[in-house]
C-alpha cells in the first residue's frame, strides 16, 4: 500500500524554486563548476596512467579509486565530527583551496606512489568538503518542498558532470595536453571557492557535545546507525552499490566482449542510465508531495533488482539501453531523497556530523561492491553476476522495508532518565532552569529530573537511543 504526503498545490511550485535563493544559486553553481573540473581531471588521470604504466593503467586506476574510498570512508566522520569547532565559510574555502593546490601538482608527478599519495590527499579534503557542504544546503533552503528541488538539482548535477566533462575533455584536448586539464580543475576549484566566499552562510548555533575527541568523531556514525529510517537507508545504499558497479565496471564488458559492439556503444549505454537518472531526478519533487520518501525509496531499489535480474537473459543492445534507463531511474529514486531523510534525523547543530557519516557509510558500500562485481564477472560470466545482484538487492529492499518502520513520525513521546552532566550555559527544551548571576555565562553542572515528553526527535546527547 502506498503511503501519501499531504498534496502541494501546482501554482505554487515556483515559489519553492531553490535558484529564486541567491545564495543557493552560488553554492549551486560552485558545485557543477566544482564536478566539471573533477570530471576533467578524472580523464586526465586515465591518460596520465596510461603514460605511466601503459596497458597495465587499468590497475592503477583500480588501486586510485580503492585509495579513494578509503580517504572518502576514514576520514568523512573525522572532519564530520568536529567541524562545528570551525566556522563553516572559512572551513569550506579552506578545503577547496588544498584541493586546488594538489591537482595543480598532478601534472609533476613522475612515478605511480606520487598519483597514489596525490589522489589521497585530494580525497581527504573532499571527504571534508562535500558532507560539510551538503549540511550546508538546509541551512540556506528551510523549506521542505525547495529543499526537495534543491536535492534534485545536485543530483542533476552529478549526472550532468558525466555527460559534459567526457565531452569537454575531449574538445579540449583538440588543442592542449592533458595538463591543461588539471590545471582547469584546479581553476574550478579556485571559482568554487570564490562563489562560497560571497555567499552568505548561515552563522551555526554552538555544539554542546558531551564527551572527548573520540566521542565527537564517532559521534555521527553512532547516531546514524542508531536511528532506524537511517539504518534503512544504509540498507537500500548496499542496493544501490551493488547496481551502480554492476553499471560501471561490468557495461564495458559486457558490450565489448558480449555483444561485440564498439567503445561509442558503451558510452551510449552509459549515457542511458545517466538519463534514467536525470529523469527521476527532474520528476521527484512533484512526485514527492504526493509519495512518501519511504515508498519511492523501496520502488526505486525493486527497479533496480528487476533491472538487474532481466541481464540474465541476456539481452541484445537495445534491449540493453532500455535496461539501463530503467536501472538509472532506480538509482535516482533511491539517492536523490536521501538528503531529506538525514536532515529529518538530525539536529541542525549536528548536519555536519549526520552528513559526513551518511557519505561515508555509503562509500563504503562501494568499497566492497566495486570488487565483487569486478570478481564475479570474471568467474561466473556478466549474466549470472547480474542474477546474484539483482537477488541481493531484492534482499536488501526487504531488509530496508523491516527496519524502516511504515509508521515513522517525526515528533515521538519519550522518557528521559534522572541524570546530571556539564554542559554549556543554554536555555532550551532540556536546560530550563533557574541559575545565580554569577554563573549565567559559564559552563556548568545540570540535573536533568526523571521527564517525558514529545517533540521532534533525533539521535543527540540528551537522546542516546530511539525510544522503543
Given at each position: 500500500?502506498?503511503?501519501?504526503?499531504?498534496?502541494?498545490?501546482?501554482?505554487?511550485?515556483?515559489?519553492?524554486?531553490?535558484?529564486?535563493?541567491?545564495?543557493?544559486?552560488?553554492?549551486?553553481?560552485?558545485?557543477?563548476?566544482a564536478?566539471?573540473?573533477?570530471?576533467?581531471?578524472?580523464?586526465?588521470?586515465?591518460?596520465?596512467?596510461?603514460?605511466?604504466?601503459?596497458?597495465?593503467?587499468?590497475?592503477?586506476?583500480?588501486?586510485?579509486?580503492?585509495i579513494?574510498?578509503?580517504?572518502?570512508?576514514?576520514?568523512?566522520?573525522?572532519?564530520?565530527?568536529?567541524?562545528?569547532?570551525?566556522?563553516?565559510?572559512?572551513?569550506?574555502?579552506?578545503?577547496?583551496?588544498?584541493?586546488?593546490?594538489?591537482?595543480?601538482?598532478?601534472?609533476?608527478?613522475?612515478?605511480?606512489?606520487?598519483?597514489?599519495?596525490?589522489?589521497?590527499?585530494?580525497?581527504?579534503?573532499?571527504?571534508?568538503?562535500?558532507?560539510?557542504?551538503?549540511?550546508?544546503?538546509?541551512?540556506?533552503?528551510?523549506?521542505?518542498?525547495?529543499?526537495?528541488?534543491?536535492?534534485?538539482?545536485?543530483?542533476?548535477?552529478?549526472?550532468?558532470?558525466?555527460?559534459?566533462?567526457?565531452?569537454l575533455?575531449?574538445?579540449?584536448?583538440?588543442?592542449?595536453?592533458?595538463?591543461?586539464?588539471?590545471?582547469?580543475?584546479?581553476?574550478?576549484?579556485?571559482?568554487?571557492?570564490?562563489?562560497?566566499?560571497?555567499?552568505?552562510?548561515?552563522?551555526?548555533?554552538?555544539?554542546?557535545?558531551?564527551?572527548?575527541?573520540?566521542?565527537?568523531?564517532?559521534f555521527?556514525?553512532?547516531?546514524?546507525?542508531?536511528?532506524?529510517?537511517?539504518?534503512?537507508?544504509?540498507?537500500?545504499?548496499?542496493?544501490?552499490?551493488?547496481?551502480?558497479?554492476?553499471?560501471?565496471?561490468?557495461?564495458?564488458?559486457?558490450?565489448?566482449?558480449?555483444?561485440?559492439?564498439?567503445?561509442?556503444?558503451?558510452?551510449?549505454?552509459?549515457?542511458?542510465?545517466?538519463?534514467?537518472s536525470?529523469?527521476?531526478?527532474?520528476?521527484?519533487?512533484?512526485?514527492?508531495?504526493?509519495?512518501?520518501?519511504?515508498?519511492?525509496?523501496?520502488?526505486?531499489?525493486?527497479?533496480?533488482?528487476?533491472?538487474?535480474?532481466?541481464?540474465?537473459?541476456?539481452?541484445?543492445?537495445?534491449?540493453l539501453?532500455?535496461?539501463?534507463?530503467?536501472?538509472?531511474l532506480?538509482?535516482?529514486?533511491?539517492?536523490?531523497?536521501?538528503?531529506?531523510?538525514?536532515?529529518?534525523?538530525?539536529?541542525?547543530?549536528?548536519?555536519?556530523?549526520?552528513?559526513?557519516?551518511?557519505?561515508?557509510?555509503?562509500?563504503?558500500?562501494?568499497?566492497?561492491?566495486?570488487?565483487?562485481?569486478?570478481?564475479?564477472?570474471?568467474?561466473?560470466?556478466?549474466?549470472?553476476?547480474?542474477?546474484?545482484?539483482?537477488?541481493l538487492?531484492?534482499?536488501?529492499?526487504?531488509?530496508?522495508?523491516?527496519?524502516?518502520?511504515?509508521?515513522?513520525?517525526?515528533v515521538?513521546?519519550?522518557?528521559?532518565?534522572?541524570?546530571?552532566?556539564?554542559?554549556?550555559?543554554?536555555?532550551?527544551?532540556?536546560?530550563?532552569?533557574?541559575?545565580?548571576?554569577?554563573?549565567?555565562?559559564?559552563?556548568?553542572?545540570?540535573?536533568?529530573?526523571?521527564?517525558?515528553?514529545?517533540?521532534?526527535?533525533?539521535?543527540?546527547?540528551?537522546?542516546?537511543?530511539?525510544?522503543e
Amino acid at each position: 500500500m502506498l503511503e501519501f504526503n499531504e498534496p502541494f498545490p501546482e501554482e505554487m511550485t515556483e515559489l519553492h524554486n531553490p535558484l529564486r535563493n541567491s545564495e543557493f544559486r552560488k553554492l549551486f553553481t560552485a558545485q557543477v563548476i566544482a564536478l566539471v573540473g573533477t570530471g576533467l581531471a578524472t580523464v586526465a588521470l586515465t591518460l596520465l596512467a596510461y603514460d605511466m604504466v601503459g596497458g597495465n593503467a587499468g590497475v592503477l586506476l583500480g588501486q586510485a579509486l580503492a585509495i579513494k574510498m578509503v580517504a572518502y570512508v576514514v576520514f568523512a566522520p573525522i572532519v564530520g565530527g568536529i567541524a562545528h569547532r570551525f566556522n563553516r565559510k572559512p572551513l569550506l574555502i579552506t578545503l577547496d583551496l588544498m584541493r586546488a593546490i594538489i591537482v595543480l601538482a598532478m601534472p609533476f608527478a613522475t612515478e605511480v606512489w606520487h598519483i597514489f599519495v596525490l589522489i589521497f590527499l585530494l580525497n581527504v579534503f573532499s571527504a571534508g568538503f562535500k558532507p560539510v557542504f551538503q549540511a550546508t544546503i538546509p541551512d540556506i533552503i528551510n523549506e521542505e518542498q525547495a529543499y526537495t528541488r534543491a536535492l534534485s538539482f545536485s543530483r542533476l548535477a552529478y549526472d550532468l558532470e558525466n555527460l559534459i566533462s567526457p565531452a569537454l575533455a575531449g574538445l579540449a584536448l583538440l588543442f592542449f595536453t592533458y595538463d591543461f586539464l588539471f590545471i582547469s580543475n584546479s581553476i574550478a576549484f579556485l571559482v568554487s571557492a570564490s562563489l562560497i566566499l560571497v555567499t552568505v552562510l548561515p552563522g551555526g548555533e554552538s555544539v554542546d557535545r558531551l564527551g572527548g575527541l573520540w566521542q565527537e568523531i564517532s559521534f555521527g556514525v553512532r547516531s546514524y546507525l542508531k536511528t532506524p529510517r537511517l539504518r534503512g537507508l544504509l540498507v537500500l545504499y548496499l542496493g544501490v552499490a551493488c547496481t551502480s558497479a554492476m553499471v560501471i565496471v561490468n557495461t564495458v564488458v559486457y558490450i565489448r566482449e558480449i555483444l561485440q559492439r564498439s567503445d561509442s556503444d558503451v558510452a551510449m549505454a552509459l549515457a542511458a542510465s545517466g538519463a534514467g537518472s536525470m529523469i527521476a531526478a527532474l520528476s521527484l519533487p512533484r512526485v514527492l508531495n504526493h509519495i512518501s520518501d519511504r515508498t519511492v525509496m523501496l520502488s526505486g531499489a525493486i527497479i533496480m533488482s528487476l533491472g538487474l535480474m532481466t541481464i540474465w537473459l541476456s539481452p541484445d543492445f537495445v534491449t540493453l539501453l532500455a535496461i539501463w534507463f530503467m536501472i538509472g531511474l532506480g538509482l535516482s529514486l533511491v539517492q536523490t531523497p536521501s538528503g531529506r531523510i538525514v536532515n529529518q534525523s538530525s539536529a541542525p547543530t549536528d548536519r555536519p556530523s549526520y552528513f559526513s557519516a551518511q557519505f561515508a557509510l555509503s562509500h563504503a558500500c562501494w568499497m566492497l561492491a566495486y570488487p565483487v562485481a569486478g570478481q564475479l564477472g570474471h568467474l561466473i560470466g556478466i549474466e549470472t553476476t547480474a542474477l546474484m545482484l539483482g537477488i541481493l538487492v531484492t534482499l536488501f529492499s526487504i531488509v530496508a522495508a523491516l527496519v524502516w518502520p511504515r509508521n515513522d513520525p517525526e515528533v515521538i513521546e519519550h522518557s528521559h532518565a534522572d541524570v546530571s552532566h556539564r554542559h554549556q550555559h543554554t536555555h532550551d527544551i532540556h536546560h530550563d532552569h533557574f541559575h545565580n548571576s554569577d554563573d549565567a555565562t559559564e559552563d556548568h553542572n545540570h540535573h536533568h529530573t526523571p521527564l517525558t515528553h514529545s517533540h521532534l526527535f533525533v539521535i543527540d546527547d540528551h537522546h542516546p537511543r530511539w525510544p522503543e
